[in-house]
């Protein structure tokens, strides 16, 4: 898994995640993540914006 910062804004940031699973890879994952933060540094809302490359945008059965 690798995560990269795209915006930060006072306590909300937004993330691009990949995730790859297998070795070699059978499946990519590529995510956005919207997380806000509490003051103490917990997340306290968590939104994620999934994408499959290569798979349509609908949920399928395969």
Do not use: N
Not at 25 to 36: A, G, T
């Amino acid at each position: 898994m690798e995560a990269i910062p795209v915006a930060v804004e006072e306590a909300t940031a937004v993330v691009r995640v990949l995730v790859r699973y297998g070795d070699p890879v059978r499946q990519e994952y590529l995510d956005l993540w919207v997380m806000h933060f509490t003051d103490d540094g917990r997340v306290d809302d968590f939104e994620e914006w999934a994408y499959w490359p290569g798979k349509s945008f609908s949920a399928s059965a395969d």
